[in-house]
T-cell receptor
Framework: AQSVAQPEDQVNVAEGNPLTVKCTYSVSGNPYLFWYVQYPNRGLQFLLKYITGDNLVKGSYGFEAEFNKSQTSFHLKKPSALVSDSALYFCAVRGKYSGAGSYQLTFGKGTKLSVIP | NAGVTQTPKFQVLKTGQSMTLQCAQDMNHEYMSWYRQDPGMGLRLIHYSVGAGITDQGEVPNGYNVSRSTTEDFPLRLLSAAPSQTSVYFC?????????????FGPGTRLTVL
């Protein structure tokens, strides 16, 4: 079964410093990987996805993610953190086939990012 | 374009009561799904639908029913609420599932079962 793991429950980083939120995956076949962000009391918002191609994927709000096949990782990064980046971040992978060309999405448990002023 | 809307935002139920969580989308998306979010457990799929008239079970379907009579609406029914169903519920939709298409999430319903 497809799965993702987020090894850190919480990440703290100072404003202006680079940030990394880690994700590792386990899939059979080619991975389809996603990052979502959840701000307090809000639904999840799509940040970026890796389907194929360049290992560095650029997304919304200045975030990017690096796909590493040998390490089975898909870490989320940002060169300079903002206080407004403080949120819950979820890694996800395309999972079980649902039919009609659709697939389920399997989420990690989430990592709480706190950016300290 | 309202995206994905959910009602109510908050609900308190007593054990044994039933209720329906509403979800609607105006993007003509074929794929819709319901998740529950619990602390430390991420999001878990309850039920999903690949189009009007077609539904199927996800990872944690027990105690919930769904139907999909129109493309726009995908209500989630709690048949007899239990404290274990206290959670935040999210509805999501996408054009063709998640092979390449992004899922759009509603704002959530926070449910407490006493």
């Amino acid at each position: 079964a497809q799965s993702v793991a987020q090894p850190e429950d919480q990440v703290n980083v100072a404003e202006g410093n680079p940030l990394t939120v880690k994700c590792t995956y386990s899939v059979s076949g080619n991975p389809y990987l996603f990052w979502y962000v959840q701000y307090p009391n809000r639904g999840l918002q799509f940040l970026l996805k890796y389907i194929t191609g360049d290992n560095l994927v650029k997304g919304s709000y200045g975030f990017e993610a690096e796909f590493n096949k040998s390490q089975t990782s898909f870490h989320l990064k940002k060169p300079s953190a903002l206080v407004s980046d403080s949120a819950l971040y979820f890694c996800a992978v395309r999972g079980k086939y649902s039919g009609a060309g659709s697939y389920q999405l399997t989420f990690g448990k989430g990592t709480k990012l706190s950016v300290i002023p | 374009n309202a995206g994905v809307t959910q009602t109510p935002k908050f609900q308190v139920l007593k054990t044994g009561q039933s209720m329906t969580l509403q979800c609607a989308q105006d993007m003509n998306h074929e794929y819709m799904s319901w998740y529950r979010q619990d602390p430390g457990m991420g999001l878990r799929l309850i039920h999903y639908s690949v189009g009007a008239g077609i539904t199927d079970q996800g990872e944690v379907p027990n105690g919930y029913n769904v139907s999909r009579s129109t493309t726009e609406d995908f209500p989630l029914r709690l048949l007899s609420a239990a404290p274990s169903q206290t959670s935040v519920y999210f509805c999501a939709s996408s054009y063709r599932g998640t092979s390449t298409d992004t899922q759009y999430f509603g704002p959530g319903t926070r449910l407490t079962v006493l």
